[in-house]
């Protein structure tokens, strides 16, 4: 048992334990201040696995809300579309075949006349832009999607040629839209034949929007309101009869159209629904691991103020310490 | 039994209490200094013929616990040791970055993803395309800086291997050249304390390159040798020998023959051995960053780099490229090859084809690599199969991980958790060296000077003066009552 200490010992103590309940202090500060624990690295341990995990997923949910919204508004876009196209067939188609069916007179020719403009209104909705981006032209989004209506007329006329009778004129119009190759892919429909690539929603589902203006029940749309045109711009003028035969089956084309373009508003439909169950549900995942990650990195800020203020204590407890053994000096009591 | 001898007597009385007051004054003024061994002196009553004549300083001693010192100077080493490993993988850790800052590796592979899905989103937007490039460029130069500090520290771990061994080497000749002073001091009875602290101090510093046990040879000298058993001094001082490399890169390595490792006295040491026969201090510590650590990380680095590459080249993805042509990440421009892995995570960079900094087209990110013109503005296709392959469940093709199936956000989080882990381990290997070390100082410490104990002491020596004054002024007063007979 030695019969001395040296002076060295309790200054170096001192100074060590000083220095130990400031960096204390600094790091419960911190933690007080910002509600987080100073070092992730120590309060992890170093695995750093779940918590990027969560970050990751925490940065592509934000993602995955711009990309759902920009879904739902292209698909929004293309309903609002086919809904008026869907309005004015009924209407048109009716009241076209039944006043066709009477004859050629001033009344069928004010519907054909409106039926033209319907035509406008047709090509205008295939043309639907949403935020730039054009709804049914498939890959190719930049510019219009559908020719000039009086393109296509001009095209439909040379197709039609010299064709006289009411089924034969249809014929030609038929194919012209329908034959793969044919007039309306290769004259009327100006987007690309690649359809838009599915849109991601999260990580495992996505939904596709691949209705191009190319799709059948489309085109199907237009045969009525194409014809129609064409018949007040004096096709077959020749004769009354097959004008008025004409005219009427262009009525009928529009009702039938309705089926198609029905089954088409349905998928869009349902892809609406997709859409907006997946951002309800990305928003709570979202919220659940904004939770999830606080709770790993959180700090309870009653517990750091208590830490705080102990920590304060100490300190001051030790400096007082230091003063009185300072004080503490056989020297000094010798005078 | 005559007056002089008394006077003899109480004159070296004096002289031991004047020596004695002269140690304590030393000992007062070296109470601050570290490496002070405290003197005391030791007295013994001298005797001529069987008949006591005074006392006499038989020596100072310097008062040190040489086992404490030497358990202190293995501490001393092991925290050298883990302070050299613990801030390499510090800067390391900082450099790849915390999860959540929003610079860290993870947070870049996320928002590459994040950026990914808004471009395939929006495929026409230029500022899209742009967000992507610049996500897959951020990742490249993280990945950069991060090899780049790697073998920067390499350098300097090798810089400072050639510094600490010229270090060595010189105090180990200025101890060899005080054992002869001291034992040239001792042989001659004189005191040779002031040079044993001188000793002490240098041993300290050779402590902290390599621990050394201290020990004790007859005329005063010392020998020094390692735990491992290797003798670094022993009448001779041994010549560790070094060669630095001026510019340490990734293919350089220990094992491969390209970097220099240690000799003593000309044998060569295995530096690669666990326990080898310089190891336990700074210089094992700073040969750990340059041939393990060191090498270990960069190997991690390459390979994340490397499953990188891999996941966004070839024509399943891309479907513009042939095989062997370099994808958006390259390897400084050119494709991966994998005989060529060491080193990559330096030379990673995004592909000059879609980096409108180097000519490039960002249109080229929506419409491949090898596309002649931008295409149709609304394709996603390719975008859409980049964010799968981000995604994909791949194991990678080399490093820790390539027996297990991730993703590479799952890689990046598992390649930060490898630093991250291995550096709380040293991190806590050195709190608790640090504090063996500690509570070894507080010993060594206590042995010290102190200042009550030598101000006590100096009041007895004051006494003992008094009364040998005393003694003399009464042996004269004695002497002159007898001359005046």
């Given amino acids: ?335 | 039994m005559s007056l002089s001898s008394a006077m003899t007597q109480a004159l070296s009385g004096l002289q031991a209490m004047s020596r004695s007051a002269n140690v304590v004054s030393n000992n007062l003024a070296n109470a601050l200094t570290e490496g002070y061994g405290r003197q005391e002196v030791e007295l013994t009553a001298r005797s001529t013929g069987g008949q006591g004549s005074g006392v006499k300083v038989s020596a100072i001693q310097r008062l040190v616990d040489q086992a404490i010192i030497n358990d202190r100077r293995l501490a001393d080493g092991a925290v050298a040791n883990a302070s050299a490993r613990s801030a390499f993988l510090d800067t390391i850790s900082t450099t790849l970055g915390e999860p959540g800052s929003g610079s860290s590796l993870t947070d870049m592979i996320g928002a590459l993803g994040a950026s990914l899905i808004e471009a395939a989103a929006r495929p026409e937007s230029d500022a899209a395309l742009s967000n992507v490039a610049t996500a897959f460029g951020d990742i490249a130069t993280l990945l950069n800086d991060a090899s780049d500090q790697v073998q920067q520290r390499r350098t300097a771990a090798d810089r400072s291997i050639a510094k600490d061994v010229e270090t060595l080497n010189a105090t180990l000749q200025m101890v060899d050249d005080l054992n002869a002073q001291i034992a040239r001091l001792q042989a001659g009875g004189n005191d040779a304390n002031a040079l044993l602290d001188q000793r002490q101090v240098l041993v300290d510093r050779i402590s902290e390159i390599v621990p050394v046990k201290q020990v004790e040879r007859d005329t005063g000298a010392i020998a020094l040798m390692t735990p491992t058993g290797a003798m670094l001094l022993d009448g001779e001082p041994a010549e560790i020998g070094f060669t630095q490399s001026s510019l340490v890169t990734a293919q350089m390595t220990y094992g491969g023959g390209t970097l220099s490792g240690l000799t003593i006295n000309g044998t060569a040491i295995d530096v690669m051995r666990e326990n080898h026969a310089l190891s336990g201090g700074s210089l094992a510590g700073h040969l750990a960053v340059r041939d393990d650590l060191g090498v270990s990380v960069q190997a991690e680095l390459d390979a994340f780099a490397r499953d990188l590459v891999s996941r966004f080249s070839g024509p399943a993805v891309d479907t513009t490229l042939t095989a062997g042509s370099p994808g958006i990440l390259t390897d400084g421009g050119s494709a991966f090859d994998p005989l060529d892995e060491v080193g990559l995570a330096g030379r990673l960079s995004l592909n000059g084809l879609v980096d409108p900094d180097s000519g490039g087209e960002v249109w080229r990110i929506r419409a491949g690599l090898g596309a002649a013109a931008p295409g149709d503005v609304g394709q996603s296709a390719l975008l859409d199969r980049l964010s799968s392959a981000l995604d994909a469940q791949m194991a990678p093709g080399s490093g820790s991980y390539s027996h297990q199936s991730m993703k590479a956000s799952q890689h990046a989080a598992e390649l930060l958790s490898s630093v991250g882990t291995q550096s709380q381990w040293v991190d806590a290997d050195l709190a608790r060296q640090q504090a063996r070390l500690d509570v070894l100082s507080d010993q060594e410490l206590a042995d010290g000077v102190d200042s009550d104990v030598e101000m006590q002491l100096l009041l007895v020596i004051e006494r003992a003066y008094a009364a040998n004054a005393r003694v003399i002024e009464t042996v004269e007063q004695m002497f002159d009552s007898l001359l005046r007979i």
């Fill in chain 1, 1 to 335: 048992m030695s019969i001395s200490i040296g002076d060295l010992a309790r200054t170096v103590a001192l100074t060590r334990q000083t220095s130990g309940l400031k960096v204390e202090l600094d790091r419960s500060l911190i933690e007080l201040t910002t509600g987080r624990t100073s070092d992730i690295t120590k309060t992890v341990k170093g695995d750093f696995t779940s918590l990027a995990a969560i970050d990751r997923s925490i940065t592509i949910y934000s993602a995955y809300d711009y990309s759902t919204t920009e879904a739902a508004r292209l698909a929004s876009a293309q309903q609002e579309a086919l809904d008026d196209l869907h309005g004015t067939l009924q209407t048109r188609g009716t009241q076209l075949a039944a006043a066709a069916s009477i004859g050629m007179d001033q009344s069928v020719e004010a519907i054909l006349s409106e039926a033209r403009s319907d035509f406008d209104m047709a090509l205008s909705r295939l043309n639907t832009t949403t935020g730039g981006r054009a709804a049914f032209a498939g890959a190719d989004t930049h510019g219009a999607t559908v020719a000039s209506a009086d393109d296509i007329l001009a095209s439909l006329r040379t197709a039609i040629g010299p064709a006289a009778t009411a089924e034969d004129v249809m014929a030609a119009v038929d194919t012209w839209f329908n034959a793969p190759g044919g007039g309306f892919e290769t004259d009327a429909y100006l987007g690309s034949t690649d359809p838009l690539a599915p849109i991601r929603l999260d990580d495992s589902q996505g939904v596709s929007l691949d209705t191009t203006a190319l799709d059948p029940a489309l085109r199907e749309t237009l045969k009525g309101f194409a014809v129609a045109s064409l018949v007040k711009e004096g096709l077959l003028a020749s004769s009354d009869t097959e004008q008025s035969k004409l005219a009427k089956i262009a009525g009928v084309k529009m009702i039938g159209a309705q089926d198609g373009l029905v089954a088409l508003r349905a998928s869009i439909g349902s892809s609406q629904a997709k859409i907006e169950s997946v951002t309800v549900r990305n928003a709570a995942q979202l919220t659940s691991l904004t939770q999830a990650r606080s709770e790993i990195v959180g700090v309870d800020q009653y517990e750091a103020a208590n830490r705080l203020s102990a920590v304060q204590a100490q300190l001051e407890t030790l400096y007082t310490v230091t003063a009185r053994l300072s004080q503490l000096s056989l020297a000094k009591a010798l005078g």
